[in-house]
C-alpha cells in the first residue's frame, strides 16, 4: 500500500530536471535518506531503476574483471547478486547456506582468510524470498579486517528494521521504494562510504556501464556540480519525497515497533493454523513472513481464493520452496493491525470451509493477545 | 507539459507486478507503442528506466566485447552512444561531421565498405542538442548490405515526427517518454525486430547488464510467459498508457502535422529576432528548434530573464554550441500556438528593453502569418 500522500505528490506538475526548485527536492530527498539509512556518507541518493538498479549500480561500480567478491547465497537475491559480479568479469565465491538460514560471522570469516585478494563481500539484509534477516553488525570489521568493502542489500529492510549504514560500517548499501518505505516501485535509495568512493577512483577498468556510472550520476547529485547526466525521474522523486516524510514524521524507533508488533501478531496466529516460521526465531524478519504450509493446506489453490474472494494478495515460495511456502508481506504502510486481522479470518474462514481447521477463531485470538503483548514475542530482534 | 490526465493516472493505487489486471495494463502499452512506432515487433516494451537506459538496453544488448559500431557523431548523444559501445568492449568507428548536420548516407555507404565486419550503425534520428533532423528511409538497406544492423535513437522524435519502424526496417529503437509523448521521464519505450532478436542469441558472452537483459527482459513482457524479472515500476508504467492513449486519440498524422505547424511558425518569429536556425532547411526539427544568437544578444542573462520574469524555460548550448545556440523545445503537449506566441512576445520585450530590436512587433506577427499558411514553410520534411 502507498499513503494517499505519496499518490497525490505523483500528480504533482513536472519541473525540469535542472530546475533549481527541483534541485531542492532532490536535497530533500538526500537529506532524509541520510536520516533513513542513518548515515552521514555525502554520496546518497536515488538510482533511476527499480532495486535492482540500486544493486547493479552497486555491483557494476565496485567490481572489474579480475575481482573477487563473495557472496551470502541463502535466496534469490544472493543469486542475482553473483549473476552481476560474474557480468561484470568477476569471480564469486559462493557463500551457501540452506535457503531460510543466514550467513554465519565464523563461516565469513573462514572463506575470507582462504580467498585471496576478495574485493568485496555482499550480503542481503532481509532475503525477500525466505524472510531470513542477517545480522550484521560485526561482519563490515571482518570485511575491513581483509581489505573487503561489504555490500548491504536492503531493498526489503530499510524503514522496516533498522539499517545503520555508519554504526556497522557499511560501504554500499541499496535499496528499494516499494517495500518498507511505501512508495511505489520506481527508484533505488543507494548510500556509498568514502572507502567505496576510493574503490570507485582506484579502477584500472571504466564502469561498463555508463547509465549507473557513479562517477557521473554523483556530479549530477552534487550541490555545485550539477551536471546534466540522463534525466532524472521526476515524479517518481516527488513521491519518493513525501514517502521519506511520512517515514520521517512517524520516527524510525516507532516505526520499526510498529512493524515488529505487527509481524509478531501475523505470526502468532499463523502458528495457530498450523503455519510455522521457515527462519529460526532469531533471524525472522517482521516484515516478511515466511511460513511452512502443513502438508494438508492447498498452496495455490488458496492463494488464489485469498486474491478472488479476500483482495488480498500472499506470495508463493521461489526455487526450492516453491509450493513450500508462504511469503506474508507486512511492509510500510500495509503494516497495520486491520490487515494482521483480516487475513487471519480469511484463512480461517477458508481452511475452515476446506476441513483444514477444526476450531474457528484461534489465529485471530492469537493475533488480538500479541497486540496486547507486544514485546512477549516469538522473534528476537536481530 | 505533461496532460492532467497523465498527471492524474500517475495517482492511480498501486498494482502487483504480476496481478492480472496489471498485465492487462502492460498488454495495452505494447500495443500503443507499436502503433507509435508504427511496427509489429513483438519485443516492443518500456525499459524501467530515463532515455539513455533505453540507448544502454540497446547498446549492452547488442554489442560484445570484439564488435565494431559505426556511430553518427554530430552531438551530445551520438558521443554517449559511442561511450556506451566502447564500455562493452567493442569498438567504435566515429562518422564525424560538425553538430547541426546530419550523417550522409554516401559518407555512411564509404565506410561501412571500408569497415571489416560491422555490427551495428547507430544514429540519432532528432538531435537535442543540435536539432538536426536526420533522414533514415534509405540507411537501413546500406547496412544490411553490409549485415549490420541499425540501431536508431528516437528519444525526442517519437510522437513528434514519423518514425517509420517496419517501413524503414529499423532493427533496433528506442525513445523516451518525456520528450513528445508528454510523459514524466522515467521509462524509455524499445523495439526491437526479429534481425536483432537473432543477434541477441549468436552473442558468445552473455550481456554484460543484469537489469538491462534482453533475454530476462523480454520474459517479463511476453504474454503466456510472465516471468518475474525486475519489479516493474507500475506508477510510471501507468502514465505511460495513458500518455500514448492521447497520442492515439489525437492521431499520429494530426500531431506530426501540429509539431510542423507550431515549429515552423516559431521558427518564422525567432528569423524576425536575428535568431537564425542551426541546421540546414532539410533537415530542422519542428519539436525542438535550435538558433544561433546574434552577438549582441546575451546568452545566459536572457534565458535567465525568461525563467524568472515570464516563466519560460529554453536551453543554452552544449559542448562546442555552448554560448552560442538556443534549443527552444515544442515537444507534445507544449506545441501550442499559445506558447509560442508567448515566447516570442517575451523575447521582444526583453530584446526591446534590452536596445537589440527596433520593431516590436514583427516576430508575433510573423508566427501569426505561419499559422495561417503552416505549409508555405521555411522547413521541408525530412
Redesign the interface.
Known amino acids: 500500500?502507498?499513503h494517499s500522500r505519496v499518490?497525490?505528490s505523483?500528480?504533482?506538475?513536472?519541473l525540469?530536471?535542472l530546475?533549481p526548485l527541483f534541485l531542492a527536492v532532490m536535497d530533500d530527498i538526500q537529506h532524509l535518506l541520510r536520516e533513513t539509512f542513518r548515515t552521514s556518507n555525502p554520496l546518497t541518493i536515488a538510482v533511476?531503476?527499480?532495486?535492482?538498479?540500486g544493486?547493479?549500480a552497486a555491483i557494476?561500480n565496485l567490481i572489474e574483471p579480475g575481482d573477487t567478491a563473495i557472496v551470502g547465497m541463502n535466496g534469490v537475491f544472493g543469486g542475482?547478486i553473483a549473476?552481476?559480479v560474474?557480468?561484470?568479469g568477476g569471480t564469486v565465491v559462493r557463500l551457501e547456506v540452506p535457503w531460510g538460514s543466514v550467513i554465519d560471522p565464523h563461516m565469513l570469516r573462514e572463506r575470507l582468510a582462504k580467498s585471496h585478494r576478495v574485493k568485496a563481500v555482499a550480503l542481503v539484509h532481509a532475503e525477500t524470498s525466505t524472510g531470513a534477516w542477517q545480522p550484521l553488525q560485526d561482519i563490515a570489521a571482518l570485511c575491513h579486517d581483509h581489505e573487503a568493502l561489504l555490500i548491504v542489500d536492503a531493498v526489503t529492510s530499510l524503514g522496516g528494521v533498522p539499517v545503520e549504514v555508519d554504526a556497522w560500517d557499511i560501504d554500499v548499501c541499496f535499496s528499494?521504494t516499494?517495500k518498507c518505505l511505501s512508495c511505489?516501485?520506481?527508484l533505488a535509495p543507494l548510500t556509498w562510504n568514502r572507502r567505496a568512493m576510493d574503490a570507485i577512483r582506484k579502477r584500472t577498468h571504466?564502469?561498463?556501464?555508463?547509465?549507473f556510472d557513479l562517477a557521473l550520476v554523483s556530479e549530477y547529485w552534487t550541490e555545485g556540480a550539477r551536471a546534466y547526466?540522463?534525466?532524472?525521474?521526476?515524479?517518481?522523486l516527488y513521491?519518493l519525497r513525501e514517502a521519506l516524510r511520512l517515514v520521517h514524521e512517524e520516527g524510525l524507533e516507532t516505526r520499526f515497533a510498529r512493524h515488529r508488533t505487527n509481524g509478531t501478531a501475523l505470526l502468532s496466529g499463523l502458528t495457530e493454523l498450523g503455519l510455522t516460521p521457515l527462519p529460526d526465531p532469531d533471524h525472522r524478519l517482521p516484515m516478511l513472513n515466511c511460513v511452512r504450509l502443513p502438508s494438508r493446506v492447498e498452496d495455490v489453490s488458496t492463494r488464489t481464493r485469498l486474491l478472488e474472494e479476500y483482495g488480498i494478495?500472499i506470495g508463493g515460495g521461489h526455487g526450492p520452496l516453491r509450493g513450500k511456502v508462504w511469503r506474508i508481506g507486512l511492509m510500510g504502510e500495509s503494516s497495520q493491525q486491520a490487515h494482521v486481522l483480516t487475513l487471519l479470518n480469511a484463512l480461517e474462514d477458508i481452511f475452515a470451509r476446506s476441513g483444514w481447521l477444526s476450531t474457528p477463531g484461534i489465529a485471530v485470538q492469537a493475533a488480538v493477545e500479541g497486540f496486547r503483548n507486544p514485546y512477549d514475542s516469538t522473534r528476537r530482534t536481530a
Open positions: 500500500m502507498v499518490l497525490q505523483l500528480s504533482t506538475p513536472i525540469g530536471h530546475d533511476s531503476g527499480t532495486g535492482s538498479a544493486m547493479e557494476t542475482r549473476s552481476m560474474e557480468r561484470c528499494g516499494q511505489p516501485p520506481g571504466p564502469c561498463q556501464s555508463w547509465y547526466h540522463h534525466t532524472a525521474p521526476i515524479s517518481m513521491g494478495e
